[in-house]
């Protein structure tokens, strides 16, 4: 087999390479960042295609956790071989996550935890804190190879953690750790092995200043699933939310609380979404996140401006879309607001997409506007258009279903055909009607 050897230089910042020694790099404009790169190129082997009927899926199959959440966001369970990357400000608990996720194998799973951000006697002390009664075997170092050339090590591990990417460098890549070139060529590694010996890996990553992964944007094409962890409103509440998944769906997320023991499943976050008494201003809905359903309070606050330009503060809700709900309610219902500051919280400050909650934003508004007391065991839910009608929504028998199950009576949905459920449903065809409920 024919071997050729290439030599280029590579910018040490951004990547970019060049047969030559250049000064400055072309690409970021940065000085002096080029150094000379070897690689060895090898002809592969004459690969013989398949057709789709030939191909087995034997060694495909996933790790189920001990965790319905956990199960939930990796599509049904973590697919072996894969390539998993978790990202999330800092602080936001990706470690505690990880160690989370290893609590919730089970026993005959082995775990390799490799961590370049802390020393053995640290992951001791957060192990002891967290975990209960489960040993896996963890490597402490900066450099990738500590990791790969131990043969007999990775044969005998199922899942492997890194903690983080951006602080592994490599002893055959001059750069420094985090660089482009130093995590491209680890991916890489890591791809090849994860592939060939069917482990899976879980790599944690940095969010940066503009709430993108840390590193090349490479990072997230190469792996197979990416799983952003943030902290909600509240802010002992952890929320992960799927952004990539090939093997299942990217609509799926889970809530975690943090506490002294780690990061604990919620399965019903309607309790803490939900108060217990009728308010002002506030309007209770149910959205959809994947199969799962949440209930949920859309509060508002309107009065007087004080000021030259009223203000409008959404908190959960895209601001356009709460402008345009805005135009709806002066066209449609004749309430002026104009001169008036608008303020709308989504319950422990869940972001929602959701269209469905069009009308309860309305209904809240309206309400704070008139003072009027919405009762508890009321529910909205359609969209609204911009000629006042609602709309069908997606997933209808699934949300009032669960809102029956948390004790609402009485159910305002879009004028569509017959739903079998025990709660009193009320169909609205214009938002015009609202007047009447208000």
């Known amino acids: 087999m024919s071997k050729k050897e290439n030599k280029s230089f590579v910018c040490s910042e951004c990547g970019f390479k060049s047969v030559k020694w250049l000064g400055r ?15 060895e190129e090898k002809r592969p082997d004459a690969i013989k295609p398949l057709s789709v009927d030939e191909i087995k899926l ?17 599509g049904g369970g973590l697919v072996k071989g894969s390539l998993v990357l978790l990202a999330g400000n800092p602080g936001a608990g990706k470690s505690t996550l990880s160690l989370k996720i290893i609590e919730k194998l089970p026993d005959d799973i082995n775990v390799l935890y490799f961590s370049s951000e802390e020393s053995f006697q640290q992951i001791k002390m957060r192990t002891d804190r967290v975990l209960k009664n489960k040993n896996f075997k963890i490597i402490s170092s900066n450099f990738f190879e500590d990791l790969v050339n131990d043969e007999n090590l990775l044969n005998s ?7 983080s990417i951006q602080m592994v460098g490599s002893e055959r890549i001059p750069t420094i750790a985090g660089s482009p070139t130093t995590v491209k060529y680890i991916m890489g ?12 890996v879980i790599i944690i990553g940095h969010i940066t200043k503009d709430g993108s992964v840390a590193g090349p944007k490479t990072l997230e094409h190469l792996v197979d699933v990416i799983l952003y962890l943030d902290t909600l409103q509240n802010e002992n509440l952890r929320i992960l939310k799927s952004n990539k998944n090939r093997f299942g769906s990217t609509d799926e997320m889970a809530i975690f609380k943090m506490d002294e023991g780690g990061l604990t499943s919620i399965e019903n976050i309607d309790k803490l979404n939900l108060s217990d008494s009728d308010r002002v201003g506030r309007a209770i809905s149910c959205t959809v996140e994947g199969s799962m359903p949440i209930a949920l ?23 356009r879309r709460m402008q345009m709900l805005v135009g709806i309610c002066e066209k449609y219902l004749g309430v002026g607001f104009g001169n008036m500051d608008i303020f709308i919280n989504v319950s422990n400050g869940i972001s929602i997409k959701d269209p469905q909650i069009d009308l309860p934003v309305i209904v809240s508004m309206v309400s704070s506007f008139k003072n009027k007391i919405i009762s508890k065991e009321s529910a909205f839910i359609g969209e609204v258009g911009l000629t006042g009608d609602l709309r069908a929504s997606g997933n209808l028998d699934l949300r009032i279903k669960h809102l029956e199950n948390i004790g609402i009576k009485k159910v305002y949905i879009p004028d569509v055909e017959k739903i079998k459920t025990k709660v009193e449903v009320v169909r609205i065809k214009n938002i015009k009607q609202i007047k009447e409920i208000l």
Do not use: H
């Open 157 to 163: 591990v199922d899942l492997i953690i890194i903690d």
């Open 189 to 200: 590694e890591l791809i090849r092995i994860a592939k060939k010996k069917n482990i899976s």
């Open 297 to 319: 309070e859309i509060e508002s606050l309107i009065f007087y401006s004080k000021y030259g330009v009223p203000q409008r503060v959404p908190t959960g809700i895209n601001i």
């Open 25 to 39: 790099c072309p690409e970021c404009g940065m000085w002096d960042t080029f150094i000379l790169e070897k690689e």
């Open 58 to 74: 034997d060694n495909f199959f996933r790790i189920k956790f001990f965790d319905n959440s956990l199960n939930r966001i990796f």
